[in-house]
């Protein structure tokens, strides 16, 4: 036949950019991107991120690429045997998991989202999505991340990764209702969706009674406050206790002056009608 030149870059031996790969994965479906190796024992498999869509709620996120169906399958396996949470894994295709495969995932609560049927490339400028993120994880957020109860409770305010105490606002509307702020969420609650309603009656808990005492000391109580009495200290327990739940933070929200003898919010709250922060 006849001769074919050739130039260097035709003979270059291209080899896939894995970390820049899975760092445009993680911008594109907003996730938070880990600088993790691969994950022992799985070849090309690694950790590419931490899904956490609100605070308390961390799910690992994985990004295999495999050329067997049952090299595939074996990174499925180890997966869920290390993992005792939830995750998502990520693959380029559906060809090698089987149905079979699919649905022993999700009977994990976890998910599998295929690269070819969510991603595509844009010219020069790494991915984009087909689908907005969390049309994508639609059912993992349904299966994973509570909802509101048809009694009209709820079971935990949307909080932001990342917020603090410090970034959370509390403002009573009235008697029965607060405006909360906490980073870009936002919205207005009353104390049985707060999960400070007494189960026999309905009506408002100690621990609200109390959460209203705290607005009216703009977020402070201590023994001079006509309210102090000896009752608040079960209660303060009680109250940083629902608090923590319903905002999916850790640490205690109200903490002990052990100078000025008071309990101190570490959020801002005020009552109704005041409308300085």
Not at 31 to 56: C, F, H, N, R
Not at 131 to 144: K, Y
Not at 190 to 208: H, I, S
């Amino acid at each position: 036949c006849e001769a074919i030149p050739l130039r260097r870059q035709d003979i270059v031996v291209y080899e896939l950019n894995r970390s820049a790969l899975g760092a445009s994965i993680a911008s594109a479906l907003q996730i938070t991107q880990d600088e993790k190796a691969s994950v022992d024992g799985l070849t090309m498999t690694s950790q590419i991120g931490t899904y956490s869509p609100y605070a308390g709620f961390r799910f690992p996120v994985y990004l295999t690429i495999q050329m067997e169906p049952d090299e595939f399958e074996r990174v499925v396996d180890g997966l869920l045997c290390r993992n005792d949470k939830p995750f998502i894994l990520l693959t380029p295709t559906r060809d090698l998991c089987p149905p079979a495969l699919e649905r022993r995932i999700e009977a994990r609560n976890s998910a599998l989202i295929v690269l070819s049927e969510d991603f595509a490339f844009r010219d020069r400028s790494g991915l984009r999505l087909k689908r907005s993120p969390d049309e994508i994880l639609a059912r993992f957020r349904a299966v994973n991340l509570p909802s509101p109860k048809a009694d009209g409770s709820m079971v935990f305010f949307p909080t932001p990764d990342g917020i603090t105490w410090a970034d959370v606002r509390i403002k009573f509307y009235d008697g029965h209702t607060v405006t909360i702020w906490a980073g870009e969420k936002t919205g207005r609650y009353n104390y049985t969706q707060m999960g400070m309603a007494n189960r026999r009656n309905g009506n408002p808990t100690k621990q609200w009674e109390l959460l209203r005492v705290f607005a009216e000391g703009r977020g402070r109580l201590d023994w001079s406050s006509s309210a102090a009495h000896d009752r608040w200290k079960k209660q303060k327990e009680l109250l940083s206790k629902r608090l923590c739940e319903f905002f999916r933070l850790d640490d205690d929200p109200i903490e002990w002056e052990k100078d000025g003898k008071a309990y101190r919010c570490r959020f801002r709250i005020i009552p109704e009608g005041d409308d300085e922060y």
